[in-house]
């Protein structure tokens, strides 16, 4: 079965853009979580999406968003970038109690 | 509030010897616990989970935990370390309240640095 992928795996963005990172659950998952990590904060939990509705959201600002289609893809989408939101952005998809992770999205803001 | 503590930024073993990273945890109910690694550049790689049963629970790669409920702990150990196993660790609970319910929360990671 193929892991979790993200697209892209790298992106450079500059404050004040935008961004949509893409996320692909192992087939047959229904779940997808989006992790935030970043050297100071460590790993964070954004939101989790079920079915196409947010079922879970972590402590982040509105500028952070995602959503889930009807074949359990996601996208999350981060709005007026800032320096600080650069990170590496983990997606997890699961079926059962554990997540499996995808290799991230590293984002840069300059 | 949940939470999880790795009270060791790094840990260096020799290799052929055994390895304990440590990890304990707060939580008001039954804890849902995970070991995950990660490699530079790389995503998070799931080694084991404790739900219920056995303290001792054995996951990927060799390694295994040990629950410990009155000391609030689930330490990573492996008998017989690799090179390879230099890596960061990750210690997690299953969140279940609030607006992350069913989520990790997670350490801060360990630095795991096995040298020849």
């Known amino acids: 079965k193929a892991g979790v992928t993200q697209t892209p795996r790298y992106l450079i963005k500059t404050r004040g853009q935008q961004v949509t990172l893409s996320c692909s659950p192992i087939?047959?998952?229904?779940?997808v979580s989006w992790y935030q990590q970043t050297p100071g904060q460590g790993l964070q939990f954004l939101f989790e999406?079920?079915?196409?509705?947010?079922?879970n959201k972590g402590n982040f600002p509105g500028r952070f968003s995602g959503r889930q289609f009807s074949n359990s893809r996601s996208e999350m989408n981060v709005s007026t970038l800032e320096l600080g939101d650069s990170a590496l952005y983990l997606c997890?998809?699961?079926?059962?109690?554990?997540?499996?992770f995808g290799p991230g999205t590293r984002l840069t803001v300059l | 509030a949940q939470s999880v503590a790795q009270p060791e930024d790094q840990v260096n073993v020799a290799e052929g010897n055994p390895l304990t990273v440590k990890c304990t945890y707060s939580v008001s109910g039954n804890p849902y616990l995970f070991w995950y690694v990660q490699y530079p550049n790389r995503g998070l790689q799931f080694l084991l989970k404790y739900i219920t049963g056995d303290n001792l629970v054995k996951g990927s790669y060799g390694f295994e935990a040990e629950f410990n409920k009155s000391q609030t702990s689930f330490h990573l150990k492996k008998p017989s370390a690799l090179v390879s196993d230099s890596a960061l660790y990750f210690c997690a609970v299953r969140d279940d309240y609030g607006g992350s319910q069913g989520n990790l929360i997670f350490g801060k990671g360990t630095k795991l640095s096995v040298k020849p």
């Open positions: 997890a998809s699961s079926l059962g109690v554990e997540q499996f």
């Open positions: 999406y079920f079915s196409e509705t947010q079922r």
């Open positions: 087939s047959g998952h229904r779940s």
